[in-house]
DNA sequence: AAATTAAATGCAACTAAGTCGCATTTAATA
DNA sequence: TATTAAATGCGACTTAGTTGCATTTAATTT
């Protein structure tokens, strides 16, 4: 995967990858600095040049921090305004726009938790 | 429209709820700093309060400012991962969440020009 | 209309996610 | 194994956005 985009394979790569590959949700530096061995600048130079090779895809949320994924088939992430959290929406809404490229799609608004407490 | 929430009316919002109605795409504190002649601290307040009383929107793109709208009638914005460049979409692509409250869409990818230029 | 008071503002100091320069280490190739 | 270009770690730095506090202003009371 790394290889194939002709990028060198590290140790930090791999690990990076890995992570996200098993992740359920979209993750930002503060949710694995714990679980990386890698420094801070590693991280965002290899998120970015992830990025650049379109391996990754990321967003920013509500909490000024940006969330990274593997975008295995196409779908919304979900962004509660309350209470911050991030998910993925199962509905494919696949739309084509004529011109464009679609990387990732985010809606904002109201989880159904937050929005009954209202 | 101030009034209407029950929050009190200054020349500060007055302006700033001006200049969203008026603007043609999301602005950004940068956007417009030069156009207001309230504080930096000010029109962040004030923005956090618009949101939390549900008068206006906001994202944050791909260059780490946060930009801020007045939703008229709801439709994605597309964001450029290459220029930056942000712009609302005609296409209305509204779709009903179950139970999910939806304040704003955005989309990431490629806009036409850049997608040409790869 | 002047007095009162709670809220809004400006200023300057601060916070923290993300970036950059540079010395050191590591991966890839010869 | 030697070579070299790229990757990493560390610490200093940047900057969008926040906060504390003194001052001003809007809304209400008398």
Known sequence: MIKEKGLSYTQAREELID????ASTPLSYDN???SLSMD???????????????II?????????????????LHPHFIC?????IECLKEDIIYALNG???????IKGLCPRCQKNE
């Open 81 to 85: 305004t309350n209470c911050n959290s």
């Open 40 to 54: 801070k600048a590693t991280f965002y130079r290899n998120t970015a040049l992830f990025e650049a090779a379109e």
């Open 32 to 34: 694995i600095k714990n």
């Open 57 to 73: 895809s990321s967003f920013e949320s509500n909490d000024k921090k940006r969330y990274y994924f593997i975008e295995q088939n």
């Open 19 to 22: 992570l996200l590959l098993h």
């Open 100 to 106: 464009y490229k679609i990387e990732s799609i985010t």
